[in-house]
C-alpha cells in the first residue's frame, strides 16, 4: 500500500509524446477513463514537470500534487524516454513507467525492460490495452 | 660461361707472359754466349793467320802473302779476312772499316774487336789483329764475321717460343674452358635458371644435383629462400583470405544493421500515424461522436494517412534514386528554377532567400527532376533550420577540383552549388549521421528523415560529391559538387566568393 493509493481523489497521469494527434488520442482515452493528464510534447518538458515537483515538495515544502503514472514515448526530439526512465529510477517513491515505442525495436526493449519500465507498448497498440495496463498500475478508486 | 672464358683468358695470359719474358732473356743471355763465341774464334783464326803471313811476307814476299789471304777467304765461308794498312788516311778503301782513332790500341800491338752495322745483315763483328811485317809500315788482318748465324739462332729461338706458347694457349684455354664450365659455368646457369623461376613465381621447385661446393651452398641457401618464400606466400594468402572473409561478414553485418535501422525508422514513423488512426477510427466506429468531433477525427486520419504516404512515397524515391532520365542539364538553369519555386515559402516564413548564379551555361548529366529534388531538398533545410528572419543563400560555381578541405583533392572540372544558412547548425556528433535513413533531428511532423539521404543517394548516383560543414549557433552550408560535361570559359561572380564557410550572423 504507497501513499498514492490512499489518496481519494482521481489519479494523476504524466503523459510525453511529441506527436500532436497521438498524444490527444492518448490524452483523451486517459481521461475518459477518469484520470488526470499533463501533457508533454517532448522530453524536457517531462523532465521540467518531473524536477518541479521535486523542488517544489523538498525546497519549498509545499505539498505538490506527485504523479501516479508517466506514460512516455521513447523517441522524442531532444530527451528520450530511455533518458526519463534512467532520471525516474533514481528516486524512491516515484511512480511507475509506461514506454511506448515502435515494434521491433529489440534492443530498445531489452533496455527499457532491464531499466525497469513497468511495461512497454509497441506501436500500433490497442489503446483499450494500454488503459488496461494503466488501470492496472494506476486504479482509479 | 662467359665467366669461365674469362677466367680461362686470364690465366692463359699470364702463363703467355712468364713465357714471353723467359724467351726473351733466354735469346739474351745466349746471343751474348753466340757473340763471344764468335769473337773468340774470329781471334783464334787471325792469329793462326798472322804467324802464317809473317812467315810467308819474310821467306816469299808481300805478294805471296796478300794471296795467302785470298785464299783464307775462299775456305772460310764465314769469315772476311782482309789486309788493313793503319796508316792509310780516313776513307780509303784499303784502310780499316772503322775509324782510325780506335784503333790506337792495335797500332799498339793488342787485339781489338768492334760490332758494325751492316745494311745487310744483322751487323757484322769487326777483329784487328796486328801485323808486324817487315817494312815496319803497321798494317793488320782485319777480320769481318757476319752476326747472321747469330740472327737465325734468334729467329729459331723466337719460333720455337711461339710454338709452345701457342700450344699451351690452346691447351690451357681448351682445359681452363672445360674446366671452367664444369666448374663454374654449369653450376651457375643451373642457379640462374632457379633464381629466374622463383622470380617468374614458381617456388615450387627445388634445384638438385649441384656440388658440394661454395655453389652447393649457394643452392642451398636458395632453396631455403624459396622455401621461406613458400610459407610466407601461404601465410599471406591465408591472411588475405581471412581479411576478406572478415569483410564481407563486416559488410552483411553492416548491410543487416542498415536494414535493421531503416526498418526501426520504418516502424516508428509508420507506427505512430497507424496508432492515431486505429484510434481515431474506432472512436468513429463506436462511440458515435457529435458530428463536430467525427469531422476532426476523420480529418486527424486523414493527415496521418497522407504522412504515411510520404514516407512511402519518400522510401520509392530513396530506393530509386540511382534511375533517372539522364540528360545534359545547366545546373544554373536548373538551380534559378527551384530556387524560384521555393521562394514563396521562404517569403511566408519571413526568411531571406538569395541566390547567386554566374552568366555562363554549366552543364550536367543529370535527371531533371532529381536534380530539382537536390536543389529543393537543400533549401527545405535550410529553411527549417533557421528562425524567421533567417537568411538562406544559394550559389552556384564551377571548382577546378573539390575543394572541400580534408578531403582527397580531384582533379577535374566541377559544377558545384552550395546552399548556406545562418540557422542553428549541427552539432558535430551529428554530422556523421545526417545522410543516414530516418535520421532527423526536426521535431515530429516536419521530417522524416530521408531527405537528406535521397539527395546523397541522388548526387552520389550522379558521380558526385555533397560535403557539409557546419558551425552549431552559426549555420551551415551544404557544397554539392557535380561532374562538369564540358569546359566553359568563365565562371561568373560566385567565383571569388569562399562558398565553403556557412554565413554568420555578424558577417552579414
Not at chain 1, 25 to 49: K, M, P, T, W
Not at chain 2, 244 to 251: E, G, K, S, T
Not at chain 2, 280 to 307: C, N, S, W, Y
Request: hydrophobic letters at 40%; charged letters at 25%; one cysteine or more.
Amino acid at each position: 500500500m504507497t501513499a498514492n493509493a490512499l489518496r481519494t481523489d482521481r489519479p494523476r497521469v504524466l503523459l510525453g509524446e511529441d506527436d500532436a494527434d497521438m498524444r490527444a488520442v492518448l490524452a483523451e482515452a486517459l481521461r475518459q477513463n477518469g484520470y488526470r493528464v499533463v501533457e508533454c510534447e517532448d522530453g524536457l518538458s517531462v523532465l521540467n514537470e518531473l524536477s518541479s515537483l521535486l523542488t517544489s515538495t523538498e525546497v519549498t515544502g509545499k505539498d505538490a500534487e506527485p504523479f501516479d503514472l508517466i506514460i512516455s514515448d521513447i523517441r522524442m526530439p531532444g530527451i528520450t524516454g530511455l533518458t526519463i526512465l534512467d532520471g525516474v529510477r533514481l528516486f524512491d517513491g516515484f511512480p511507475p513507467m509506461i514506454l511506448i515505442t515502435a515494434f521491433g525495436d529489440a534492443v530498445v526493449h531489452t533496455e527499457a525492460k532491464w531499466k525497469g519500465a513497468a511495461a512497454i507498448f509497441d506501436k500500433p497498440f490497442d489503446v483499450d490495452e494500454l488503459m488496461r495496463k494503466v488501470e492496472e498500475l494506476a486504479p482509479v478508486a | 660461361m662467359r665467366l669461365a672464358i674469362r677466367l680461362s683468358s686470364v690465366l692463359v695470359l699470364g702463363m703467355v707472359a712468364i713465357l714471353a719474358i723467359d724467351a726473351y732473356e733466354t735469346i739474351q743471355r745466349e746471343g751474348e754466349f753466340l757473340r763471344a763465341d764468335i769473337q773468340r774464334d774470329t781471334q783464334l783464326l787471325g792469329r793462326s793467320l798472322k804467324g802464317l803471313i809473317v812467315d810467308v811476307w819474310k821467306s816469299s814476299g808481300e805478294k805471296r802473302a796478300m794471296e795467302l789471304i785470298g785464299d783464307a777467304n775462299r775456305d772460310e765461308d764465314n769469315v772476311h779476312v782482309r789486309w788493313v794498312w793503319l796508316d792509310t788516311p780516313d776513307g780509303d778503301p784499303s784502310g780499316p772499316a772503322v775509324n782510325k782513332h780506335q784503333l790506337d790500341a792495335v797500332t799498339h800491338g793488342a787485339e781489338a774487336s768492334f760490332t758494325t752495322e751492316d745494311p745487310q745483315s744483322s751487323g757484322l763483328l769487326v777483329t784487328y789483329v796486328p801485323v808486324l811485317v817487315p817494312n815496319n809500315r803497321p798494317g793488320a788482318l782485319e777480320l769481318a764475321e757476319s752476326f747472321s748465324s747469330l740472327e737465325s739462332y734468334r729467329r729459331r729461338t723466337i719460333v720455337r717460343t711461339l710454338r709452345v706458347m701457342a700450344g699451351l694457349m690452346a691447351f690451357g684455354a681448351a682445359g681452363v674452358v672445360w674446366l671452367g664450365t664444369l666448374f663454374v659455368g654449369r653450376p651457375l646457369r643451373q642457379l640462374v635458371q632457379a633464381v629466374r623461376r622463383i622470380g617468374g613465381g614458381d617456388l615450387a621447385g627445388r634445384i638438385e644435383g649441384v656440388r658440394r661446393d661454395e655453389w652447393g651452398e649457394l643452392a642451398g641457401a636458395l632453396n631455403d629462400m624459396s622455401q621461406q618464400l613458400t610459407e610466407a606466400h601461404a601465410s599471406v594468402r591465408q591472411e588475405a583470405e581471412q581479411r576478406i572473409a572478415a569483410f564481407q561478414q563486416l559488410r552483411h553485418a553492416e548491410r543487416l544493421s542498415t536494414v535493421g535501422r531503416l526498418a526501426a525508422g520504418i516502424a516508428h514513423e509508420v507506427g505512430t500515424p497507424l496508432n492515431v488512426i486505429t484510434a481515431r477510427a474506432k472512436q468513429l466506429a463506436v462511440e458515435e461522436p457529435p458530428p463536430a468531433d467525427a469531422r476532426g477525427h476523420a480529418v486527424t486520419i486523414g493527415r496521418q494517412a497522407e504522412r504515411i504516404a510520404t514516407i512511402i512515397r519518400q522510401l520509392l524515391g530513396f530506393a530509386r534514386s540511382g534511375q533517372g532520365d539522364r540528360k545534359p542539364q545547366d545546373l544554373v538553369e536548373v538551380v534559378a528554377h527551384s530556387v524560384r519555386l521555393l521562394e514563396p515559402l521562404a517569403t511566408r516564413q519571413g526568411a531571406e532567400l538569395r541566390v547567386i548564379v554566374p552568366q555562363s551555361q554549366m552543364w550536367v548529366s543529370a535527371d531533371a527532376q532529381q536534380l530539382e529534388q537536390v536543389i529543393t531538398n537543400l533549401v527545405m533545410n535550410a529553411l527549417q533550420a533557421i528562425s524567421d528572419n533567417g537568411r538562406v543563400e544559394v550559389c552556384v560555381f564551377r571548382s577546378l577540383h573539390d575543394t572541400s578541405p580534408g578531403k582527397e583533392q580531384l582533379d577535374g572540372e566541377y559544377a558545384s552549388f552550395s546552399v548556406s544558412d545562418d540557422g542553428a547548425g549541427i552539432a558535430e556528433e551529428n554530422l556523421e549521421r545526417i545522410f543516414e535513413p530516418f535520421y532527423t533531428t526536426k521535431d515530429v511532423g516536419e521530417g522524416t528523415g530521408l531527405g537528406l539521404s535521397v539527395t546523397h543517394g541522388i548526387v552520389s548516383e550522379l558521380g558526385g560529391r555533397i560535403d557539409v560543414q557546419s558551425h552549431p549557433g552559426k549555420g551551415s552550408c551544404f557544397t554539392v559538387f557535380l561532374p562538369m560535361l564540358n569546359n566553359l570559359p568563365d565562371n561568373g561572380g560566385c567565383a571569388a566568393m569562399q562558398v565553403a564557410t556557412p554565413i554568420t550572423s555578424d558577417a552579414s
